[in-house]
């Protein structure tokens, strides 16, 4: 297991923004999900092997100064740790929301994605039978205690919303050049359709379930996550993209 090491840096606005990276190998940017989680993320046990593991954490939140801010801020704030800490390239990988906010990062900045990971995201919806699953199952999912700020919660589910309702939001994804893998857990009370259509939608987009493990596999089947990370982000690295 490699040494977690971390370090503040500053945002484009001068906010101080936390990040963490371990390992060492091709650049990997590791985005929790949540809306407002702490980087839950960070370990390096669960880090994929033969990389170089980034984690930010999202400002306003944890280690990180600042305040509730939108679906483009964040994304300007991971450019502003890519270019800092020297990075010309890196694999984004994000679970839940993280995987959402991934393939928004990928749309905007296309020219510094090598590929993305999207694992147990929402996609680009807001379907009331969706929801009604969801809630329907809430109670049966494995609880992990996380820490979040109901704050930046707020102001990221409001931007998501703006985000999806954009007229050309799927026009993008359609024409993205960019590689993406979307993954489902085979337990998780969130139905996979979204993005299954995202998959069929994006040019260079894939779709895979991985069975019997439910929406927090990070931490209920660490060794699932490690191996599925690595080896998509492997065979991303090897492929070059496939651009």
Known sequence: MSAVHSQLIPGDDGVRL??????????????????????YLEDGAIAPVGFRAWYPEPRGVGRSAGS?????????????????VGVESWIVVGHSWGGDLAVFY???????????????????QKDRTWSEQYHAGKDTEPQIPIAWDPEVHAALAASYLEWIHQPHVLRQVADSAVPIRFVAAGEDIRPSW??????????????????????AL??????VWTRLVTDICTDLTRTGGDR
């Open 18 to 39: 936390h990040v963490a990276v371990t390992g060492a190998g091709p650049d990997v940017v590791m985005l929790s999900g949540g809306m407002g989680c702490i980087q």
């Open 218 to 223: 990070w931490a209920t089947h660490p060794e």
């Open 68 to 84: 509730g801010h939108t679906m483009a801020q964040a994304a300007a704030d991971l450019e502003a740790i890519r270019r800092a």
């Open 194 to 215: 979204p993005l299954q259509q995202l998959a069929a939608l994006a040019p260079l987009g894939t779709f895979d379930c991985v069975p019997g493990v439910p929406h």
């Open 106 to 124: 990928a749309l905007q900045h296309p020219e510094v994605v090598t590929g993305v990971v999207a694992i147990a995201g929402t996609g680009i």
